[in-house]
């Protein structure tokens, strides 16, 4: 059985499809990341819709890579005639609504005899399109959604399959092109696959060759930094938090999430992660994005949206598909979208001072709309939430809640002596205040010397190591040292950070889920910031040994099974892991540090 980090990425940042180890793409979302599968086998079997190319001779040696620099993957097929390289990635049309998969069969040595099989099934697995036969291929119709796949060689519709096989010699290059276009309108003109790839190469290169990192974890740092390149919505600058759906977070169980829209909660990092990487075209498209999102009441304001700022993302179930090694529900959209989590307001004014203090300018807009959401905030922050994790249980005073609702106030008072931006200075300061008193009052337990996760709680929460992170507390206090002392108490499981424990009915939900490895990233984090410098570097190390062998993480990670878990790839694992790691090279750009420089919070 497959698992989660036998896939690879690949993109053009508009969609994403999951090639796995054995040369078959396995979901594949036509034309935007958030749109119906057009192969969904990743959360069924071959019958809810793949397609395979791959060497005929099953006991083929199979190897993959991307080429350097760049999100083109080549899985290297070698048998005892010789060897071919199959070459994926993907193309938007030029001037069209629509996407391009490039599949290039190229002979390396001798002869090798191939094979493809493509199943259609559209709307997640659910429908069998209508197939006809056009020059040099075939077109799939269903609804609004049509494919065209073209190719040299002959293709063979049988029981509603389309297959070829083929033989392809050294220095040969045979290539398939799989375009979705609106059915009510004609194809795209074709292009030339292999110009094709030169084209996407270099562009590749050239994008990467902007990154400013020059640190040991390069190649980690830069494969990252492609990755969250993949996740972004290119006509709107949005961040998908992953480009898949329903992927578990325990193996045969219920927490399956769709991840394929735009999380608030992942701003500040995310910014932080684009500038200090010499990124800031990117970043500037993520901050416009944000403030299209957020614009309106701050009553309205949502923890995520789509891929346009669309704030109704209806969940519901698709009963048809058995999912990802029998894990149940496969969900689409997202019912957290209704949650309150106050949160998302320090998210947004942190990462609004954040783009000011990298010099993006600090325009009137953007600092109006701040002033109306603390407005709203002053009076709501006293209230119970979902918190950071979205949890469908009771709501409750989560300190990290509390914490970044101090964070919203800090980061405004910071941008308005920074900036000399006008607003009522000295009552933001009495209300982060009082924030933080009661943070310290109700949110610590004073006979075990540690926050807890929530007002009356005796358990911790993994996103308790924020409280240094934003400079709620010097990371010498020691009530953070305490509230370190017991995340790796309760919550280190073989040297990984879980969010927090899932027993009781915290989160509503059944069941066990694997360690959070954009928490464990912020453990290296407070390790370096307290002064444990080898702790971090050897947790990081650790950490970078968890990546697949293309470099990919998902959002979690199960160290008894020694497998990952959750959507993949994580935007949230990898923009931990770019931070972590300037943090490490160069901790003068870390959001720590930022955060510690400008805020007047001082102790408590």
Known sequence: MKRIEDYGLIGDSRSAALVSRDGSVEWLCFPRFDSAAVFAALLGDE?????????????????RRYRTG???????????????????????????PGSQLIRLVRGDEGEVDMRTTLRFRFDYGRLTPWLRRVEGGVIAVAGPDAVRLTSPVPLVNRDWTTCADFTVGAGERTPFALTWFPSHLKPPPERDPRRLLDLVDRAWRRWIGRSSYRGPWREAVERSLITLKLLTYQPTGGIVAAPTTSLPEEIGGARNWDYRYCWIRDATLTLY???????????????????????????????????????????????????????????????????????????????????????????????????????HLEDVWREPDAGLWEVRGPQRHFVHSKVMAWYAFDRMVASARAFGLEGPVDHWCEVREAIRAEVCERGFDRRRGTFVQYYGATNVDAALLYIPIVGFLPPDDPRVLGTLAAVERELLEDGLVRRYSVHGDLDGLP??????????????????????????????????????????????????????????????????????????????????????????????
Do not use: K
Not at 70 to 81: D, K, M, N, P, Y
């Open 70 to 96: 760049t999100a083109v993957l080549e899985t290297r097929f070698e048998t005892r005639t010789g060897a071919a390289t199959v070459i994926d990635f993907m193309a938007p049309v030029a001037g069209e």
């Open 511 to 604: 069941g066990e889920e694997g360690a959070f490895l954009a928490c464990s990233f912020w453990l290296c984090d407070v390790y370096r910031m307290c002064g444990r410098e080898d702790d971090a570097r050897a947790l990081f190390e650790r950490l970078l040994a968890l990546s697949n062998d293309l470099g990919l993480l998902a959002e979690e990670y199960d160290p008894r099974a020694g497998r990952q878990l959750g959507n993949f790839p994580q935007a949230f694992s990898h923009v931990a892991l770019i931070n972590t790691a300037h943090g490490l090279t160069a901790p003068g750009r870390a959001l720590a540090e930022h955060a510690r420089a400008d805020t007047a919070g001082g102790r408590a």
């Open 273 to 375: 992660a684009l500038l200090s990487s010499g990124y800031r075209r990117e970043a500037e498209s993520w901050r416009r994005w944000l403030l299209r999102a957020a614009a309106g009441s701050p009553q309205d304001l949502q923890i995520m949206y789509g891929l346009h700022g669309e704030p109704r993302l209806p969940e519901s179930i698709l009963d048809w598909l058995p999912g990802f090694a029998d894990s149940r529900p496969v969900r689409v959209g997202n019912a957290a979208q209704q949650q309150l989590q106050l949160d998302v307001f320090g998210e947004l004014t942190g990462v609004l001072h954040a783009a000011r203090r990298f010099g993006m300018g600090a325009d009137h807009d953007s600092w109006r709309l701040q002033q109306v959401i603390l407005r």
């Open 47 to 63: 019958n809810h819709g793949h397609w395979t190319l791959a060497a005929a001779d099953s006991t083929a040696r199979v190897s």
